[in-house]
């Protein structure tokens, strides 16, 4: 289906709100879907089936069509992977995933990471931080690789946080005034001075895969390193991140 063809199913929509027009548009970007779980999935290895993430995902769909302003002029497919995405989500935390004790990995691994970063006002390397844990660099490793569901959720709520409605406002705004564009730029900086402090490979992961839409599976072919590796240097870079952007890491997301 073309955009014209997508155009008019939208504005039929918008006018009638006819099911059967909801329903080709379900069908439409049922894709998106499968795109959006796809990509979730990495992160929850064989915990939840790929089909059951997909089941979910529709739901977030179908939310997304419902609720969508095609007056407003917003890309559909971006407001979409929000509501899809956090529709999964959303279902992995009822089903409340992540044990206890993961959580209580994640919670010390925080704390030695923030504690680490105050005394020596820099990101402790793997060493370092497996010596303030006590536990060996294998360990380390281990709780990095359990937690990372733990990071994707976290992000995602930091992301949550008005995404939408400066998503909106981005968008239906003909120019933007100059305290916008004086924020986004000390923004853009934060960004890089943090980004700066990722190792080169864990650079690269970061810049392919949030800004480039690639898979870990593509990197890991581009990096030439085993899809394992790149997940394990994906979650060391979200730990970074999430330490120096703070509540400023929606950013990450949606400042481009």
């Known amino acids: 289906m073309n955009e014209a063809e997508k155009n008019k199913l939208w504005e039929d929509y918008t006018k009638t709100r006819n099911p059967g027009v909801r329903d080709k548009l379900i069908i439409e ?101 497996a010596k303030e844990l006590d536990i060996s660099l294998e360990e380390l490793e281990q709780w990095q690789n359990q937690t990372k569901i733990s990071n994707l959720i976290s992000l995602d709520e930091f992301i949550e946080q008005g995404s939408e409605i400066k998503m909106e406002a981005f968008h239906n705004s003909d120019f933007e005034q100059p305290e916008k564009i004086i924020e986004k730029q000390e923004l853009k900086e934060l960004l890089v001075k943090t980004l700066d402090s990722l190792t080169e490979k864990e650079k690269k992961v970061v810049v392919l895969y949030y800004y480039e839409g690639l898979t870990l599976k593509e990197i890991s072919q581009i990096l030439e390193v085993s899809e394992s590796r790149i997940s394990q240097l994906h979650t060391k870079a979200l730990q970074k991140l999430r330490l120096k952007l703070g509540g400023n890491v929606e950013v990450f997301t949606n400042i481009y």
Do not use: C
Request: zero cysteines.
């Open 29 to 129: 970007y049922a894709g998106l879907v499968k795109i959006v779980a796809g990509r979730l999935s990495m992160y929850l290895g064989y915990s939840v089936e790929y089909d059951d993430l997909v089941g979910y995902g529709i739901f977030g769909l179908i939310d997304a069509i419902d609720k969508f302003d095609y007056s407003k002029g917003i890309k559909f497919e971006t407001y979409a992977s929000l509501r899809i995405r956090g529709s999964v989500l959303d279902q992995i935390r009822k089903m409340d995933w992540v044990p206890r004790t993961l959580r209580q990995k994640q919670k010390k691994l925080d704390n030695a990471y923030h504690k680490f970063n105050k005394e020596y006002g820099k990101i402790g390397s793997d060493e370092e931080i």
